[in-house]
């Protein structure tokens, strides 16, 4: 019997959350795009920082699949995580973070480079976030470690396209889906983000037909994709991977599962901070299919955490019982 219920592998970034007013003028000062997620330097990624901090910052700790592990490790799952934070004050506040939330860790590391973080920037008008990431020591992990051992050991492994970037994460995820498939643990990906996928098409569309069993992305990373109509990346990606769930905001989502599929409808909420709300459903559903549910109910279940994740400053559920009772709401 696997050790653990899912392994995931990331970059640790410290996350730094704030309402901006009127977000547009300020992010057209600096020349970003709203609504994606745009890598920056330091010394950029502190001009910006330094201009929002009046308006009260709150900082916690984040990272795409580190916020899926968390919320899972919060749900009850045996769930662990694998990043590279630095040895400063921003480390020691992730590895407090994780261990919190899972009651465990598989951090790297490193006096080398500082720990990454992603300040997001949330429109106050209509939620809508902004991400922009200084990625720093996140995505410099130089080997696994002894993280091989723990995938083999695990009955699911997750992992998102942010690290196919560039090297050397592009690598170390390769590596690990690897090591997963060799051994037999289902490959859990979510595609991330628009702005990934215009970046390295081509591997994408390598590992999601190659390697995924699992397959979270929504209308714009679909059109990325180079499909004009999302529900034809959804259609050529299920003849390849068993499960694909794709995530179409306020309609809900579709989830082809087996060949067959289910429409699922959102939760209404009035939206306070959209950051994580993907990550918060990918959470949702991989708890449900590791419960062995049913793909309509475990997107329905991935609906609800979503639906408390945008109702709250911050990625990541942290109280316990309220996703219990979302637990149970869907029948758990």
Not at 35 to 43: F, L, N, R, S, Y
Not at 78 to 101: M, S
Not at 230 to 241: V, Y
Request: hydrophobic share 45%; glycine share 10%.
């Amino acid at each position: 019997m696997a050790r653990y219920d899912i392994a995931g592998l990331g970059n640790a970034l410290v996350d730094a959350l704030v309402r901006v007013e009127d977000d547009a003028a300020l992010l057209a000062e600096f020349g970003i795009a709203r609504g994606e997620m745009t890598p920056v330097d330091d010394a950029a990624w502190h001009r910006v920082y330094e201009l929002v901090k009046p308006l009260g910052v709150e900082v916690q700790s984040g990272g795409s699949c580190a916020n899926t592990i968390a919320a899972l490790g919060l749900m009850g799952m045996n769930a662990i995580y694998r990043g590279q934070v630095g040895t400063d004050e921003l480390g020691q506040l992730y590895e407090a973070r994780i261990t919190e939330a899972c009651g465990q860790h598989a951090l790297r590391h490193t006096d080398e480079h500082p720990t990454g973080k992603c300040l997001s920037i949330v429109g106050a008008r209509d939620a809508e976030r902004t991400l922009i990431t200084d990625l720093g020591g996140a995505v410099l992990m130089p080997d696994l470690g002894p993280f091989p051992d723990i995938i083999r050991d695990s009955r699911l492994f997750h992992v998102t396209a942010y690290l196919l970037l560039d090297e050397p994460m592009r690598s170390r995820a390769r590596e690990a889906i690897a090591v997963a498939r060799e051994a037999g643990v289902p490959v859990s990906v979510d595609v991330a983000d628009p702005f990934v996928v215009r970046s390295v098409r081509d591997l994408m569309w390598e590992i999601l037909r190659e390697d995924a069993d699992i397959v979270f992305l929504n209308e714009e990373e679909a059109r990325a994709l180079g499909e004009d109509e999302p529900e034809r990346a959804l259609a050529d990606l299920a003849g390849h991977c068993r499960t694909v769930v794709l995530k179409l905001g306020s309609r809900g989502s579709l989830v082809k599962h087996d060949g067959r599929l289910y429409p699922v409808s959102v939760r209404p909420v009035r939206a306070v901070d959209t950051t994580g709300a993907g990550d918060a459903f990918a959470a949702g559903f991989l708890y449900g299919w590791l419960h062995g549910w049913p793909a309509d109910r475990s997107a329905a279940l991935g609906s609800r955490v979503a639906a408390l994740t945008v109702g709250q400053l911050g990625a990541v559920v942290r109280d316990r019982e309220v996703l219990a009772e979302a637990i149970r709401a869907v029948g758990g």
